[in-house]
């Protein structure tokens, strides 16, 4: 009778599907198909405050991708990270360091293998460094379907 039970439950569960996703999931299907937010105004004037950078592939690739963000303070400062907020540019904007915490340090965010849909996502990165200068920058990507 045991060994009934047992069975039954292997059969069942090899009938449930297995999920696809192999990595950590930065941007939901939802979150993707929500409207455009807006951007706001990013200043273009010179600035001491630290650099934001997207690192991109080489190619367009497929999810799940490798997510880096670098960060560069100046004149010896360091990056404060208690000052980082990275949004979702969407409507509503969706806050992300909840996903991010993990994977950021002084020198930026790292996630080998981050889970995004495909089509063109836009970003809002802010930071600032020891001495209080902040840089915002809106960075936008395009994973391919």
Not at 6 to 22: D, E, K, N, T, Y
């Amino acid at each position: 009778m045991r060994h009934t039970k047992v069975f039954w439950l292997l059969f069942g569960l090899a009938l449930v599907p297995a999920r696809s996703q192999a990595g950590t999931i930065l941007i939901t299907e939802q979150e993707a198909k929500l409207p455009n937010g807006h951007f706001g105004a990013i200043s273009r004037g010179i600035t001491r405050g630290p650099s934001v950078e997207l690192v991109e592939p080489a190619e367009m690739t497929h999810s799940p991708i490798h997510f880096q963000v670098r960060f560069q303070a100046f004149g010896g400062n360091k990056i404060n990270l208690e000052t980082l907020r990275v949004t979702y540019l969407k409507s509503p904007e969706i806050d992300l360091m909840p996903r991010l915490t993990r994977f950021t340090q002084r020198s930026g965010i790292d996630i080998p293998d981050a889970e995004i849909p495909p089509g063109e996502h836009s970003f809002r990165i802010e930071v600032s460094d020891s001495e209080g200068r902040t840089r915002s920058s809106v960075l936008v990507f395009k994973v391919a379907p």
